[in-house]
């Protein structure tokens, strides 16, 4: 199948990105305040193709995040067009390819003696273990330490090496959710995205690590005030759901003494949601571009998303109303990256090195629930009916009768702090964290390790996602006071709005009504474990903590310490 090109981006988003890559870093803020002594670290960073090739593409080859299903009954007969891929969307404005279609990106930071991993694969989700076999985030961590664990350098285990999906809504459709992809396609994302974190662990080399951060800003929201701002919070309105993670945070590693970049790291939160369900085309969405744009800086550039949880970017039409179809896809991506790009710089205009005893870490705890969403636990079991196979591997710890488990990472680089779950996390549980836990900086990783949907907490945050899940939230159309369209009034009041399922896809989503607080709980114990040695020493202050002790007990790895995938991709094709 050939391959879709865009040959035209619009002059508006050739200036911006220009502009952005113009504007210096550090100079005058350094000139002003003379930097500290840096620790030293070493880093590398990789980034591998993951397109899918043309073979894939015929093989019903489908986009995930908008809608439900392959429109195909039991996956084989069409009743309705669903959104299998045609091509890759490609970006003229990067002819290093770094832009085009779909990657997985890495990097790797040690202090000497022991190395953390992160890894983004550009998809829509990725599950820990998966029903076709060892294709899964849990055998990519195990294999990349395996592998790494042969070479000579610092201690890298699987439970330091952290991997997410950046949930493009024009990625592949790895979940099985919207009609899946072949089984040789989930072999290749594994296969190179080993590569990648074994290939960053190759590269390291001795740097500085300088931290930065700026405000993205939410439409239309005082609270989080800016020029340009980048967010839109689905629930703006609601006090209970008024939290937003707004916040951008770069790392970006340097040699020391020349200043030379070899790595950018951008950690923000807004779904890869640019492109609408008419794109076709394999696209990483605005994360691909942003990507490429941080590499313009030197060496490699990653964005790693973050809370997801109903943050939306604050997304315009292409400016060049000349250009259509694919044309405009990439500008429009090209567009917001840019207006990123641009936060970013500012970011790094006010970064400042790391110092003091260099030190990495990082551990994964497993945490289970009981799974209280009846339509995720049907699509689990008999998805395939309604062209939805979902591909989750339905054993213990994963998936057993209506209980689950996934990872939780908690990472430390010098003060600074990472943590990881396994879905788009609401931004209140990134907020009870960096209220509990001092730090010099708060990354969080979404869809990191699994790809469970939305993450909620506390339960205060429920009703408005509910309601607008079954509501449109409008108000009462003029002359239909019932929301009956003049056949049988039923009597809904205005507040509610009239029926509408799936308006929004929040609650549907939303596996357990006390997985966000498990994740809190996971988090603050981890926090403590990387920050203070003592992973109680946060988790017993927040009062629904004991009620999960379960999770507690289970010592950090668990989530690494069971048995591969039984290898089913003969009969198990798709």
């Not at 003060?415 to 209140?428: D, K, N, S, T, V």
């Not at 990783?445 to 949907?453: H, R, S, V």
Request: aromatic fraction near 8%; hydrophobic fraction near 40%.
């Amino acid at each position: 199948m050939p391959r879709t090109r865009s040959l035209v981006v619009g002059t508006a988003v050739a200036a911006l990105v220009s502009a952005a890559v113009a504007v210096p870093v550090s100079a005058s803020q350094a000139s002003q305040h003379p930097a500290p002594k840096a620790s030293r670290y070493t880093l590398g960073a990789d980034v591998e193709s993951i397109d899918p090739t043309p073979a894939m593409l015929a093989d019903d080859f489908y986009l995930g995040g908008y809608g439900l299903g392959s429109g195909k009954a039991l996956n084989q007969v069409k009743v309705i067009d669903g959104r299998a891929a045609t091509g890759i969307l490609e970006d003229p404005m990067f002819p290093n390819g770094l832009a085009d279609g779909v990657h997985v990106r890495s990097v790797v930071i040690g202090d000497g003696r022991h190395a953390i991993a992160l890894a983004q694969i550009e998809t829509q989700g990725y599950y820990s273990a998966y029903k076709q076999g060892p294709f899964g985030i849990t055998e990519i961590r195990k294999d990349a330490a395996a592998a790494i664990a042969k070479l000579h350098g610092p201690a890298l285990s699987a439970s330091a090496i952290g991997v997410d999906s950046n949930h493009s809504h024009s990625g592949p459709d790895t979940a099985g959710v919207w009609g899946g992809v072949p089984t040789t396609y989930l072999k290749l994302v594994h296969d190179r995205t080993v590569t990648a974190i074994v290939n960053a662990y190759n590269k390291q080399q001795a740097v500085e690590l300088w931290f930065g951060t700026a405000h993205a800003g939410v439409n239309g929201e005082p609270r989080y005030p800016a020029k340009d701002p980048l967010l839109t919070n689905q629930f703006s309105y609601d006090p209970a759901n008024s939290d937003v993670d707004e916040e951008l945070r770069v790392l970006q590693a340097r040699v020391p003494g020349s200043g030379k970049v070899v790595a950018t790291y951008l950690n923000y939160s807004s779904h890869p949601t640019v492109l609408g369900s008419s794109n076709k085309l394999v696209s990483a969405d605005y994360t691909g571009p942003l990507s490429a744009m941080l590499s313009s800086l030197g060496g490699v550039g990653m964005q790693q998303v973050a809370t997801l949880g109903r943050t939306q970017p604050a997304r315009d039409d292409c400016d060049d109303k000349t250009t259509t179809g694919a044309k405009a896809d990439v500008c429009k991506i090209n567009q917001y990256a840019g207006r990123v790009f641009l936060r970013a710089k500012q970011a790094l205009a006010t970064a400042r090195p790391l110092t003091g005893a260099p030190v990495v870490a990082m551990q994964s705890y497993l945490i289970q629930d009981t799974a209280t969403n009846a339509p995720i636990v049907a699509l689990e079991y008999g998805g395939l009916a309604a062209g939805a196979p979902l591909y989750r591997a339905p054993n213990t710890p994963w998936f057993t009768a209506n209980e689950l488990g996934a990872p939780v990472f908690s990472g430390r680089v010098g003060g600074l702090l990472f943590e990881g779950g396994p879905g788009e996390i609401y931004p209140q549980i990134v907020a009870k964290v960096r209220a509990t836990v001092p730090a010099l900086g708060h990354f969080t990783i979404g869809t990191a390790g699994d790809f469970l949907g939305y993450i909620v907490a506390p339960v205060s945050a429920y009703p408005e996602p509910i309601r607008r899940s079954l509501f449109d939230g409008d108000p009462l159309p003029a002359g239909n006071p019932d929301c009956s369209g003049g056949v049988a009034p039923i009597g809904l009041p205005s507040p509610i709005g009239c029926p509408s399922p799936i308006d929004n896809d929040n609650y549907f989503f939303n596996v357990s009504h006390t997985f966000g607080e498990r994740l809190t709980c996971a988090m603050l114990r981890g926090a403590g474990a990387v920050m203070k040695g003592d992973d109680s020493v946060y988790w017993s202050t927040y009062a629904p903590c004991p009620a999960f002790a379960n999770d507690y007990v289970l010592p950090a790895g668990t989530d690494t310490a069971f048995p591969d995938q039984p290898d089913l991709s003969a009969v198990l094709t798709h």
